[in-house]
């Protein structure tokens, strides 16, 4: 009962500090809240407001193909329709006009020689986007698009003319008719799926998402890792906090009292490392619960859950009574939790768990720490990995933070011996 | 009487320095024992071993049989420590800071709520025991740190200058404690570098210095071995060779040693040999500058074997 009685002697104290609650829970709630709503809040997968675009297609077709047409088309296709609301002018002028009076995002100006310039060779033509500064996705849209498909149309022009050099070299006649059923062959195949009529797989296809679920669930996954990598970290930094108040009682002087009493030192080991487990776990605990029912972070399986978090739970414990005995003062300790718990928190993953190709480098060396061993079964499990996959971190973490528990337990036991 | 507390040959090493040199004593039961030194004496180390805090270097400390090197959780169950600092938890109440020590000790339900309720009272804290300790006066965190120790009503109550820092009224308080708890029959170790506190309260002393245990008996035995002499220390304004002549032949010194212009008597009374000597040596020409006299007791004995004050 002992170890009870110094655990909630502990717990009691951590509850009386304000700022201790605040390290404890409405720091990590409250970061978990600003990246929820910076990745869209409670709108997560929701349509973005499309994009007033006007289009000025002045080009005229060659051999009965309109590069300027298939551009238009492929702009005013239903997938891109949540994005873009397309409309056409004639006059390029008023276009212009209507992009600087803030009546349109983006103008697209084709001009009369695209088609040419995509079927004869040594034809130059520019496209213009005339586009509102202020916005990024909709003119990036537009470039994009135009960019891909000019790509793919100068692909037509190179295929016309060596189609002409092979029918040249043949002696064989080289007719209209000939050349535009080449054009529209090729430019079939780039042209929207839904546009197509050949039978044939079309190259470029603009599909829109089929629900709403489906469309948030990448983003979803994300938030969840940065969750998981927030709730590691802060089960870390927890897990020091509460260690280091081994050091304040000893600075209190009530721990050598504590010693002085028929209170054994494993006993009071015992007691504080029942009352680092109560504190991380309840955190996690919290976190848990807070991030599905206020956030609605879809999280993995209960058994799970409890699983890692157990383990979590004992590495950190662990991991900080391993460094608070190599502090002799408050003070180092709180050196020590500030850099080295950031430190192993920043090499560990718990940050750039949502960064996009992340060096395998810097992924392998996290494995040096538990946290890293930490992330890598958090994101197996909202991977929904195979059994091996979830367990194996698990148990190297559960591991290290058993070998970090014995070194720092042996080391203030001979401190205070 | 049975032997409370046996330290024998104790020795403890820092690194180089030898806190505790052989120090031999033996504390009958319901005896009030006093260590008496100047800080630094090796007081609280010896504390320290007695109380399992530290390992000695060599000897041993045998608490009612019990070795404190082999057993120290038996011989902690039997006492009580009230260390030099408060050692409290600020921001717990009286009550809860009695609980939780409590059952440190091993005391639990109906026991402990009793024991919890009677040290209060005994330490005239009831009606503040629901209030956060870091708004007690430095008194009255002197009290709870000594409540804690009683809590489990050990036979020996170990006290490591209990009094130091503490307004008079309290220390009245804790002095008069102690010795309601030693007619009660508990064994009492105190330190303290107060000699007025070792001599209202002790039944012996025993004095460090430098880690060894200088001298060791009752108030009266001590102040023998200084002789039952008032002390006199005098500053001439002259040499002091042609008065000192004078000063011997006068009935009441029993002793004289001058050096150069200053001059230490043992005199039978000093209120009657003052007149006298500063007589004479208006007689011889020469004027006494300063006087200081130092009655029997245990800063002289103190002194007479240190060659020290004892708050030097």
Redesign the interface.
């Known amino acids: ?2 170890p009870l ?1 110094i655990a909630l ?1 502990d717990i ?2 951590a509850f ?2 304000p700022l201790g609650l605040l390290n404890l829970f409405v720091l990590p709630l409250a970061i978990t809240g600003i990246i929820y709503l910076a990745f869209g809040g409670s709108d997560i997968g929701s349509d973005i407001a499309a994009t007033d675009v006007i289009i000025v297609n002045q080009d005229q077709a060659q051999y009965g193909f309109s590069a300027g047409d298939l551009l238009t088309e492929i702009l005013s296709s239903e997938g891109l329709s949540s994005y873009l609301a397309i409309r056409e002018q004639i006059d390029p002028a008023s276009a212009r006009q209507g992009v600087d009076d803030q009546e349109a995002g983006v103008a697209l100006l084709i001009p009369a020689d695209l088609s040419l310039a995509m079927t004869t060779p040594g034809v130059e033509s520019q496209i213009v986007v005339y586009s509102d500064p202020t916005l990024t996705l909709a003119p990036g849209m537009v470039r994009d698009i135009v960019a891909g498909v000019v790509d793919g149309m100068t692909g037509s022009s190179i295929l016309s003319e060596m189609v002409t050099s092979e029918l040249e070299a043949r002696g064989e006649p080289i007719t209209e008719e000939r050349i535009r059923e080449i054009v529209t062959q090729y430019t079939e195949r780039i042209t929207p799926a839904e546009g197509a009529e050949s039978g044939q797989t079309a190259l470029v296809s603009i599909e829109a998402p089929p629900t709403k679920a489906d469309a948030t669930r990448g983003t979803h996954l994300v938030i969840a890792s940065v969750m998981a990598g927030i709730m590691v970290y802060y089960a870390f930094l927890t897990a020091g906090n509460t260690a280091e108040t081994i050091l304040r009682e000893e600075k ?3 721990l ?9 030192p494993a006993t009071v080991y015992l007691g504080k490392l029942l009352y680092i487990t109560v504190m991380v776990a309840g955190q996690g605990i919290v976190l848990h619960l807070a991030s599905s029912l206020l956030f609605g972070i879809r999280r993995p399986a209960l058994g799970w859950s409890a699983l890692l978090l157990s383990s979590l739970t004992i590495a950190a414990a662990g991991f900080a009574l391993f460094w608070m005995s190599l502090a002799k003062t408050r003070q180092q300790a709180g050196g020590i939790i500030g850099a080295v718990f950031t430190a192993a928190g920043m090499l560990g993953g718990c940050f750039t768990v949502g960064v996009p190709n992340y060096p395998e480098a810097l992924d392998t060396a996290a494995l040096m720490l538990p946290h890293g061993w930490a992330m890598r079964a958090w994101k197996a499990m909202l991977q929904a990995q195979s059994t091996g996959a979830i367990l194996f971190p698990i148990g190297v973490l559960l591991a290290m933070g058993l070998i970090y528990f014995g070194i720092g337990t042996l080391r203030f036991h001979k401190r205070f ?1 | 009487m049975t032997t409370a507390i046996a330290i024998r040959t104790l020795h403890k090493d820092f690194g180089d320095i030898q806190a505790v040199q052989g120090v031999n004593i033996a504390i009958q039961a319901g005896e009030v024992y006093s260590l008496l030194g100047p800080n630094g004496a090796g007081k609280t180390t010896t504390i320290s071993i007695l ?3 530290l ?1 000695p270097t060599d000897g041993d400390i045998v608490v009612n049989g019990e070795s404190v090197v082999r057993k120290p ?2 011989v ?2 039997m006492i009580g ?1 009230v ?1 030099q ?8 109440s009286a009550r ?1 800071n009695l609980r ?2 409590g ?4 005391l ?1 339900g109906k026991l402990l709520h009793s024991r919890v309720d009677e040290v209060l009272d005994l330490v005239g804290l009831a009606d503040r025991a629901k209030g956060a300790t870091k708004k007690f006066s430095g008194g009255m965190q002197r009290r709870l740190n000594i409540a ?1 120790a009683l809590l489990h009503h050990p036979q020996i109550v170990i006290m490591d200058e209990p009094t130091v820092g503490i307004d008079p009224q309290s220390r009245r308080a804790i002095l008069d404690g102690i010795k309601a708890l030693n007619r009660e029959g508990m064994t009492v170790l105190y330190t303290t570098h107060y000699m007025e506190e070792a001599q209202e309260l002790s039944h012996r002393i025993g004095i460090m210095d430098h880690g060894k245990l200088i001298a060791e008996g009752s108030h009266d035995e001590l102040v023998k071995i200084v002789g039952e002499y008032d002390r006199i220390d005098l500053a001439l304004n002259t040499a002091a060779d042609a008065v000192c002549e004078a000063w011997r032949d006068i009935p009441d010194v029993h002793q004289l040693t001058a050096e150069e212009d200053r001059v230490e008597l043992l005199v039978e009374d000093s209120n009657e040999a003052l007149p006298l000597l500063f007589e004479t040596a208006t007689a011889h020409g020469s004027r006494i500058t300063s006087v200081a006299i130092q009655e029997p007791n245990l800063e002289a004995v103190f002194l007479h074997l240190t060659g020290r004050a004892l708050r030097d």
Do not use: D, V
């Open positions: 009962m002992k009685a002697k009691q104290r009386q500090s209190e002087l009530t050598q009292r504590l010693f002085s009493t028929p209170t054994s011996a | 109380c399992g805090l390992q959780q038996a902690k169950a420590l260390p600092q408060i050692a409290i938890y600020p921001n717990m809860e939780f020590w059952r440190m000790y091993g639990n804690i």
